[in-house]
Nanobody
């Protein structure tokens, strides 16, 4: 079973940057598409960004395009999310997850494994 552990969350001010990381102890991490989702209080979990198995392809939610960047290091079994120009509406619990189907990356139901989440709070 893939175990995913997120880190890097915290409390920041509007306009600040934050870098989230997700680590897996399992080598076959590199065989999966990796993604970040987030869930704000009272809202559904939503797609943020995804990166293909070899890192060649990425996809972003419109709300974070140009501000967030996803990357992965298969040698270290990690995926990161660099978040710049943070806004109050970015406040949420951020989760990393894995899937095998690129065409369905926006849909939570198609993800096989999830991390426990890390809280990001952007204060105005």
């Amino acid at each position: 079973q893939v175990q995913l552990v997120e880190s890097g969350g915290g409390l920041v001010q509007v306009g600040d940057s934050l870098r989230l990381s997700c680590a897996s102890a399992r080598a076959y991490f590199r065989n999966y598409i990796m993604a970040w989702f987030r869930q704000a209080p009272g809202k559904e979990r939503e797609f943020v960004a995804a990166v293909s198995e070899n890192g060649a392809n990425t996809d972003y939610a419109d709300s974070v395009k140009g501000r967030f960047a996803i990357s992965r290091d298969n040698a270290k079994n990690t995926v990161s999310l660099q978040m710049n120009s943070l806004k109050p509406e970015d406040t949420a619990i951020y989760y990393c997850a894995v899937t095998s189907i690129w065409s369905l990356i926006h849909q939570t139901a198609w993800y096989d494994y999830w991390g426990q989440g890390t809280q990001v709070t952007v204060s105005s």
